[in-house]
């Protein structure tokens, strides 16, 4: 894997925060719509969000810390996307650029799908 | 010295079909536990010689290697039982044996002689195809022998059980609830190995008429390859590690699978590819199902600490499934019409392929169960463990156990920093049930769908996979196994 430096690696932590918690709160938009919730792709969309996010850091990274503010999945998609703009500059690795599109897919998703 | 085995690879082929058949006829129940112990050298034999006969045609495979999926079932039962403990080493049957002896002295045979024959002409070709036909014939009809002995076993010890404890006979002397549940177990994933092997069966049937006849299969689908890879891919991950985040993403995505495959039936029922009273009976087995893997998925995830992961390689799996799902299922709003599914892909297709993949569900079910019960590295967050074991706790002491009384799950300081403990077995308890409640709604799916039959060529043509092999009253449905009622001893 490609060393990331020290901002980078806060970053992407960061991303992996909000995605955790905007796909626990889609988690719970699927499980209270039944058994037949489209919401679920959402869901299960952001935590292979979250997911690839979290493999592109060393392992010694902590994900702890305090929970992102928000209620909403689709804004916290959209402060991951922001933080990600941040990083995606020319030259970054392709797996972050890669997660930057599914990140924008997500929010689009999130807003015009059965979840938004 | 005993006489050199001159036999050819076509009749070794036939030898073991014609063993499997005959065990078949004559099977009982006391030799159920031996074909168990033995079925591990079938299932390799068998994959070694798939691997090493000539491929039916000289394009790429289309889709997954079926043979992959039903070593990683044949793997996994041979994982359970020496977990378990159930039914020990010996001794072994000598039927299978003799199976699995063919079978390897066939792979010797083509890969001494045969590794230069390419599927290049129409007779060779049909070779081949027979050739694999033979082998995966033999799978399913031993698999099937071996769960038709494995029930009567079960059943027999569940009557002597009745017996025993009626006259009071000394309880060392009497069978155990933890043996019969075992038992039943290995029976329950038996009757998956045997309807992932009858979809191949039924595509290219062992009859004279057909033998020697090349029936192409149609490609495989996106849909199909996903659902076939992802369960794959949890055998592999949970057989080599154990973190909650994966059975997290394994509840999810099954219960997505839940949710798709009732869409589809829907679809099918509109489109009246199938009987209305037959989608309802589904979709409400399918719907439980989803609730009931949603459970266990949410129970894991209070268990995960933040630094879990899932294997990145069941993560990619699970998101091609839910790519695949929403290319078959999906449009920009939520769930596609069943206009928009049909226009898409062949509804009784996708149908079968979602089927097939509640069948392997149960497997997969009871993995989880049996990561959730003795898996010993398991562990999570002191407070999640406190809160969770007390819970089950108090249940147990309403069912008049009182066994936890009294009993701490963690130190003080242990929950003050919220540190990772081994999960203790009251904790355990309630994954366990949650599990079982999995393995009876995937049951009841499985055989609410049993008259969708899962073979490919039967959605070209409506035929019966092998009856000349069936007794009379044996079903080639998959047994129902339901799992002991929450509170029983393990």
């Not at chain 1, 489209?38 to 299960?44: G, N, R």
């Not at chain 2, 920093?417 to 949650?434: D, K, Y």
């Amino acid at each position: 894997m490609e060393q990331m430096d020290t901002e980078v690696v806060e970053t992407v932590t960061g991303v992996v925060r909000l995605l955790r918690r905007a796909a626990e709160l889609a988690w719970i938009e699927a499980d209270q719509g039944g058994p037949r919730s489209s919401s679920q792709l959402l869901a299960l969309g952001i935590d292979s969000a979250a997911d690839e996010g979290s493999f592109l850091l060393p392992r010694r990274a902590r994900l702890d810390g305090p929970t992102p503010v928000g209620h909403d999945p689709a804004e916290l998609l959209a402060s991951a996307e922001q933080l990600l703009r941040r990083i995606c500059v020319v030259g970054a690795p392709p797996r972050l650029l890669g997660l930057r599109a599914l990140v924008a897919e997500l929010i689009l998703e999130a807003n015009t799908g059965a979840g938004a | 010295m005993p006489a050199r085995d001159r036999r050819t690879v076509g009749e070794l082929l036939a030898d073991s079909d014609a063993l499997s058949r005959e065990m078949l006829l004559d099977v009982s129940a006391k030799q159920g536990p031996a074909m168990v112990r033995t079925w591990g050298q079938v299932v390799q034999s068998a994959a070694r010689l798939w691997a090493v006969l000539p491929p039916i045609s000289v394009a790429a495979p289309s889709g997954p290697d079926l043979m992959v999926r039903l070593r990683v079932i044949g793997d996994g039962i041979a994982h359970s039982t020496s977990a378990s403990g159930w039914p020990g080493l010996e001794p072994m049957d000598e039927r299978l044996l003799e199976i699995a002896r063919n079978l390897s002295r066939a792979a010797d045979l083509v890969e001494r002689y045969g590794q230069d024959v390419q599927p290049t002409s129409a007779e060779t070709r049909a070779d081949i195809t027979a050739a694999r036909a033979r082998v995966m014939h033999t799978l399913y009809v031993a698999a099937h022998g071996t769960a038709v002995a494995l029930g009567e076993y079960a059943n027999d010890l569940r009557n002597r059980l009745h017996l025993d404890t009626q006259r009071r006979r000394p309880v060392g002397l009497r069978p155990t609830v933890r043996e019969i549940e075992a038992a039943e177990a290995v029976l329950s994933r038996f009757g998956v190995f045997e309807q992932v092997a009858a979809g191949y069966v039924a595509a290219h049937p062992v009859t004279a008429s057909v033998l020697g006849e090349v029936r192409p299969t149609p490609p495989t689908t996106r849909l199909q390859s996903a659902l076939s890879a992802w369960d794959i891919q949890v055998h592999r991950t949970l057989a080599a590690r154990t973190d909650a985040a994966d059975l997290v993403r394994l509840g999810r995505v099954q219960a997505l699978i839940a949710s798709a495959a009732a869409i589809v039936t829907e679809a099918a029922g509109e489109k009246a590819e199938i009987d209305p009273e037959m989608v309802r009976r589904l979709t409400v087995t399918l719907d439980a199902s989803q609730v009931a893997w949603s459970r266990m998925a949410k129970r894991w995830g209070e268990l995960t600490g933040q630094d879990s992961r899932p294997d990145p390689a069941l993560a990619r799996a699970a998101s091609e499934v839910r790519a695949a799902i929403s290319a078959t299922a999906c449009n920009p709003t939520g769930w596609a019409t069943p206009d928009q599914i049909a226009g898409r892909v062949d509804l009784k297709r996708a149908l079968k392929s979602l089927h097939l993949s509640m069948v392997g569900a149960v497997d997969l079910a009871h993995i989880a169960r049996e990561v959730a019960a003795t898996d010993p590295t398991l562990t999570a967050p002191a407070r999640v463990i406190v809160m969770r074991a007390q819970g089950e706790a108090e249940i147990a002491r309403e069912q008049a156990l009182t066994g936890y009384e009294g009993m701490t799950w963690a130190s003080s300081r242990q929950i003050a920093t919220n540190q990772a403990i081994p999960l203790p077995e009251p904790a355990r308890r309630g994954l366990v049930n949650l599990s079982n409640d999995v393995i009876v709604a995937c049951n009841r799916a499985v055989a609410a769908a049993a008259p969708l039959d899962p073979s490919e060529s039967a959605l070209l043509e409506k035929s019966s996979p092998p009856a000349s092999v069936r007794r009379p009253g044996q079903s080639r449905q998959m047994p129902r196994q339901e799992p002991a009622p929450r509170g029983r001893p393990r």
